[in-house]
Structure formats: C-alpha cells, structure tokens
C-alpha cells in the first residue's frame, strides 16, 4: 500500500510569486492534515480535511495560504504571493479511525525556499 | 511556551549507551506519538500511545497520563539511530497534533 506522497519535493521561488504544493494522502483516509516547520521552531498545524471539508484550519497563518482537497482525495496547499518566512518544509499527514484512534501518517514533506 | 516540552535538546551518547528522552505537556491529550526523522529523510512513527508502555525492538515509550509526561528510551544505542526524535500530542478535543520541538540525537561510534 502506497504511503502519503507530497510533490513536489523540493522548491524554490522569488518573492511575492504563486507556489502549490500537492499532498496524496494513503487511500481510503478521510483525514488529511497539513503541518510546517519553519527553521528553528517546532512543527505546526495548519489544518485539517475530513473528506473534502475543512474541519480546523486554525493554524492557517493568513488569507495568502488557500488548502483545497476536491473531492476528499489530494490536497494542495497554494501560497499567494509567497513571502521571505513562508520557507520552511511542509508536510502532510493522513488517517483515519481504527479502534476509536486516529494514528497519523506522514508525507515526506515539501521544502520550500522563497528568495 | 510550548504546550509539549522535550528534553534534551541534543544528545550525543556513545554507541551502546541506553537512552532517555523526555515529554512533558500541560494540556490534556487523548495520544502521544513519538516521530523520529533521519538527516534529509521524512518523518516516520515509531509509536502512538494512550497509556502504559509499548516495546519494539530496542526501542520502548511509556506514557503517564496523570502525570503528563512521556518518555522514549533506546536501549543499546547505535549510530543509525542517530536522528530527530519528536513527540507529538494529540489534543484531547479533535485530532489536532501538537509537536515539541524535538531532540537531536547523535550516536557516536
């Protein structure tokens, strides 16, 4: 079975320009969650899908970050316009109940670079 | 200040040293998971628990709800267990993980 997968890998943009990121979550998860780590500090919430609803998306820093999951499947996360401390590496992470617990799986994560 | 906090920062042990790293958080939580991430690598669960102690390999965690501290120990320690060991809380309301800021893990040989 395919683990959650993030695309792209690696990416690097000038500020101010529009970046999306894509996060496939394992097949069959209903829970899709996306997390940042920005140099230095501690990885955080940015929000979380149950199908293609936004259940939580209290740790969405501002209206320039837009999540979308069409259709309950893939997400992706578009910065617009990107700015110096969006750089950080963001990842994804899915699940979905089993026993009464909702034990995350995570994507290798995207690392974004804005000069 | 963080709602999960880890100890050590960093650790650096010789190879075969038994390993400890702790997690302390302040709000309720239904879970903990312990991540660990390797240079470059993504982000890989070793364990989720709710309560007592789970074992794998050379690699246990135990949990005290009451007391709201976890900790992670690595016994016979070996350099390709070097990595970031991470802690991460699931709140008690929703499915919200909320992540210390991790430990540095250096096994030298």
């Known amino acids: 079975e395919a683990g959650v997968t993030q695309f792209p890998s690696h990416s690097v943009i000038e500020k101010g320009q529009t970046v999306t990121l894509r996060c496939d979550p394992i097949?069959?998860?209903?829970?899709l969650y996306w997390y940042r780590r920005v140099m230095g500090k501690e990885i955080k919430f940015l929000l979380h899908f149950v199908k293609e609803s936004k259940q939580d998306e209290s740790g969405m820093p501002n209206n320039r970050f837009l999540a979308e999951r069409t259709g309950g499947t893939y997400s992706t996360l578009k910065v617009q316009p990107a700015e110096l401390e969006d750089s950080g590496v963001y990842f994804c992470a899915s699940s979905q109940e089993e026993d009464g617990q909702y034990e995350q799986y995570f994507g290798p994560g995207t690392r974004l670079t804005v000069t | 200040k963080n709602e999960v906090e880890q100890s050590p920062q960093n650790l650096t042990a010789q190879e075969g040293e038994f390993i400890t790293i702790n997690c302390s958080y302040s709000v309720g939580i239904s879970a903990l998971h312990w991540l660990q991430q390797h240079p470059g690598g993504g982000i890989v669960s070793l364990f989720m628990?709710?309560?007592g102690k789970k074992k794998h390999g050379r690699l246990i965690a135990t949990i005290n709800i009451q007391e709201k501290h976890s900790s992670l120990h690595i016994t016979a320690s070996h350099p390709r267990d070097s990595a970031v060991y991470i802690c991460a809380a699931y709140m008690e309301y929703g499915n919200k993980l909320v992540f210390g800021a991790g430990t540095i893990l250096r096994v030298k040989s």
């Open positions: 628990l709710s309560s």
């Open positions: 097949s069959g998860h209903d829970n």
